[in-house]
Structure formats: C-alpha cells, structure tokens
Nanobody, 112 residues
C-alpha cells in the first residue's frame, strides 16, 4: 500500500506563506489529495492532483492555495499564500483512491 508523509508545517504570521510537502512511497505516480482539519471543525478537502497533473480545488479555495507535483521526487506540494488565522489547522495528505492511506498530518498555525 502506498504510504504518504507530510512535512513543512509550522508557525507563520498572518500574511505569510508556507509550502507543505507530501511524499508518497514507491516510484509509481499516484493521485494525492490535501485536506485540513481546524480545531472543532470537520476535516475538509482542499484539493486533489491526479497522476497526470489535473488539479481540482475545494469550493473554499479562492486563489491562495496552489497544488503542484514533482514526479521525479514523487512529491506533491501545497503552497498557501496570504495566510490567515482561520487557516490554522492540521493539514493532511491522502492517497486519493478508495481506501488510500492518510498521512500523519502537519500542523499549520497562523498567529502573530
């Protein structure tokens, strides 16, 4: 089974930027998705990138989130710009197929 590992979270001031990484095990290029779970809220889908590079975003994403991938590294990135306190959440990566594995999550905290 494909495993995924996230990295890149941290404490960022409002207005800052952050790039999260998700690396999948193995060499096969697989579809991966990003999700986030804010305190007291349900986990929500941020976006998905397919094996061929097609990207879809969740309804709440309005240009501040950008997903990309580096197939040579089997890694997908989530760039978040103009960070807001409400972006504070644990960000998860998932192998985007039924039964696909979740990563352990990486904490993003936006605070001054």
């Amino acid at each position: 089974q494909v495993q995924v590992v996230e990295s890149g979270g941290g404490l960022v001031q409002p207005g800052g930027s952050l790039r999260l990484s998700c690396t999948a095990s193995g060499s096969r290029v697989v579809p991966l998705s990003w999700h986030r779970e804010a305190p007291g809220k349900q986990r929500e889908w941020v976006g998905t990138i397919t094996s061929s590079g097609v990207i879809n975003y969740g309804d709440f994403v309005k240009g501040r989130f950008t997903i990309s991938r580096d197939n040579a590294k089997n890694t997908v990135y989530l760039q978040i710009d103009s960070l807001r306190p409400e972006d504070t959440a644990v960000y998860y990566c998932k192998h985007a197929q039924v039964g696909g594995a979740w990563g352990q999550g990486t904490q993003v905290t936006v605070s001054s």
